[in-house]
């Protein structure tokens, strides 16, 4: 079973980060239009499960497919779009996960929410903190629970997200 770990922000999470986004330039080459830190890895300072997000855009979601066989042999799970149409989802590491990407192609609304969502909490460290206890609170609440940790910080993300999505201009 998995654990609900959250911890203390790392600056190895942007160092995990860059390794993977090279890895993934060479798989997928010049299909990738830009590749994001995302996620609350990417935000300096919050607390967070120490999972890197990352959010690969790519010219033509269709053209993803054809790599899974080399994402599988770099320890990579393919989901397909896992609940999100016109998304590609991986995961890497099992039941410890250590590496989440999600691709969309140019043009998807995911990708402004995704960028919105992180550069908001960079930038407002009331709405950074208040975010990091809540996620702190619940992995210690529902350690093996993931559904109501998840369930638990909803409402605050989809605050944050709409504020997000008002004050960020790309």
Known sequence: MRKVEVCSYSEKWAQMFLEEAE?????????IVDIHHIGST?????????IIDIMPVVKNINSVDKHNTVMQEIG???KGENGIAGR??????GDNRSH?????????KEIKRHLAFRDYLRTHPDAKIA???LKEKLAQQFPYD???YINGKDQ?????????????VD
Do not use: C
Request: aromatic content about 14%.
């Open 76 to 78: 990579y799970n393919p």
């Open 23 to 31: 890895k993934l330039k060479q798989i997928f080459g010049n299909e």
């Open 42 to 50: 990417s935000v300096p300072g919050l607390k967070a499960k120490p």
């Open 131 to 133: 975010y990091g206890d």
């Open 156 to 168: 605050l993300a989809k605050e944050i997200e709409r504020r997000a999505l008002d004050w960020y």
């Open 146 to 148: 993931i559904d109501s």
């Open 100 to 108: 989440h990407i999600h691709i969309y192609q140019t043009g998807s």
């Open 88 to 93: 590609r989802y991986f995961q890497k590491g």
